[in-house]
């Protein structure tokens, strides 16, 4: 069973940075794409940013394109998602997850793991 630890989060004023990191500490058995996923109050999950297993191949929500930046380090086995000019409308949790298929899917019932969550508060 893999598991994923979230850490990072927090509040933040509009305009600012945040990076969220999530780590497997128990790692799938093959190479595998890692997604970041977000919910709002009163809203569904949506899609922000995955990235294959080698790095190459990223995908962005068109909502963060230009201000959020995924990145992993599989020595480590964590993903990375940083976050500048930050907006009110971020605000949310964001779950990290894991597609064994290491594909870069921006839909949520492609993953199979899922992390616990953090909350991103960004005050206007």
């Known amino acids: 069973q893999v598991q994923l630890v979230q850490s990072g989060g927090g509040l933040v004023p509009a305009g600012g940075s945040l990076r969220l990191s999530c780590t497997a500490s128990?790692?799938?058995?093959?190479?595998?794409?890692m997604g970041w996923f977000r919910q709002g109050p009163g809203k569904e999950r949506e899609f922000v940013a995955a990235?294959?297993?080698?790095?190459?191949?990223?995908n962005y929500a068109d909502s963060v394109k230009g201000r959020f930046i995924i990145s992993r380090d599989n020595d480590k086995s964590t993903v990375y998602l940083q976050m500048d000019s930050l907006k009110p409308e971020d605000t949310a949790v964001y779950y990290c997850?894991?597609?064994?298929?290491?594909?870069?899917?921006?839909?949520?019932?492609?993953?199979?793991?899922w992390g616990q969550g953090t909350q991103v508060t960004v005050s206007s």
């Open positions: 997850a894991v597609d064994l298929t290491n594909n870069i899917w921006s839909v949520h019932w492609k993953y199979a793991y």
């Open positions: 128990r790692q799938p058995p093959n190479n595998y794409a």
């Open positions: 990235i294959s297993w080698s790095g190459s191949s990223q």
